[in-house]
């Protein structure tokens, strides 16, 4: 079984324009190894032939920049309207007259592929594999989440404690 949880702080929403504001400024200020990563791993995908290496000129890589900043805002808007989706769900945990949070949850049996839509749109916050070194985690962080390692903003004064 393969589950993904985050959290926000209770009766929150994602916060759409700090995390879009970050996806600019990632997407503008990526390096020639940003935007390899990302086709690498199939989020831009260029219009050019295997093995040319002429994108690197200044112009293609403005031109990748601005593909980057296109698909990373769906991916992101993806990732917001998840949040409602059937295969969502979310749980309160609040001491009693203490602010709280809400822990989104979706996941499932997996057979090669994520087990439901929202797992897949998750991957922009979860996946630091296939993005740029801390990419996910700003994106994430902006967003407002909150993270038991550690991190997302200290808006919640929250105690994650482990399973024993």
């Not at 839509?117 to 991957?123: G, I, N, S, T, V």
């Amino acid at each position: 079984m393969i589950a993904r949880v985050f959290y926000l702080p209770a009766d929150t929403e994602l916060d759409s324009a700090a995390a879009t504001a970050v996806i600019e400024e990632l997407c503008a200020n990526a390096s020639v190894d940003d935007l390899r990563i990302l086709i690498e791993n199939g989020w831009i995908e260029p219009a050019l032939p295997h093995g040319e290496d002429a994108w690197t000129e200044a112009a293609r890589v403005e031109e990748l920049r601005a593909a980057a900043q296109h698909h990373m805002l769906i991916l992101f808007e993806r990732f917001r309207r998840s949040l409602t989706g059937r295969d969502v769900q979310r749980h309160r945990f609040a001491p009693p007259d203490q602010p709280g949070l809400d822990a989104y949850t979706t996941g499932g049996l997996s057979w090669g592929e994520g087990p439901t839509d929202a797992f897949d749109a998750w991957d922009l916050v979860f996946d630091v594999d296939r993005f740029p070194e801390s990419w996910a985690d700003r994106i994430g962080a902006a967003a407002g989440l909150l993270h038991p390692w550690g991190g997302g903003p200290p808006a919640v004064a929250a105690e994650f404690r482990a399973w024993a």
